[in-house]
């Protein structure tokens, strides 16, 4: 389903994944509130093992009109991994392009850009599929906290000029989310990543 709806309504279908302590139940509440702020109904659902082990963690989440919580395997609009074997477990969601239609975008968190086989890439490339990978993990640390590496690549994500996300109305959905301790360092992290996508991801063709 495209983004956005005949009415002009937002269609999204998104997959977080990670592992447990990566906080991709903060990412997943984090869109759910900007969804239902700007008035679009939410549904979703969690697939989780031993999360409090390290085990993977992902997230269904649709925003707009849809019937059902789980994302089938090349439907997926967005893409949100923070950790990259996690990624490679759910690239699979991501939607191809078809005539008219762009397809997903992958947001991953990886030390080095070139984790990916070239195979994957090519594979991905010729459906249409975007990956953009972002060093998350150290952009938190460097700021101060490495427990924020999702708030980091959300950043990031936002400067994507095809992310069909605000990247103000974000930021307000961080502030009312993340507890008041953490919160004026997350919304610092949140702009880091921005800053660093506008230097990485290139703007939209005219």
């Known amino acids: 389903m ?5 009415s002009g309504r937002m269609n999204i279908q998104m997959i977080i994944s990670g592992v447990g302590g990566q906080g991709v139940l903060l990412v997943t509440r984090i869109f759910s509130d900007f969804a239902l702020k700007e008035g679009y109904p939410v549904i979703g659902s969690e697939d989780h093992g031993m999360s409090q082990r390290g085990g993977s963690v992902i997230t269904y989440l649709k925003i707009g009109q849809f019937d059902g919580p789980l994302v089938k395997k090349g439907n997926a609009d967005i893409l949100l991994s923070l950790e990259k074997n996690e990624a490679y477990k759910t690239l699979h969601f991501l939607k191809p392009a078809t005539s008219g239609r762009r397809g997903g975008l992958g947001f991953i ?3 080095d850009a070139g ?17 953009d990978i972002f060093p998350a993990d150290r952009v938190a640390r460097e700021m101060g906290s490495i427990q924020s590496t999702n708030i980091a690549l959300i950043g990031f994500a936002s ?26 360092l997350s919304l610092k992290i949140f702009d880091r990543g921005f800053i660093e996508g506008h230097k990485a991801i290139p703007p939209a063709l005219p």
């Open 2 to 6: 495209d983004q956005q709806s005949e």
């Open 109 to 111: 968190n990886a030390p």
């Open 115 to 131: 984790f990916m086989k070239e195979e994957i890439r090519n594979y991905l490339k010729e459906r249409g599929i975007e990956i």
């Open 159 to 184: 400067a994507h000029p095809g992310f069909p996300f605000l990247h103000e109305k974000l930021r307000q959905s961080i502030e009312r989310v993340t507890p008041s301790k953490f919160r004026e």
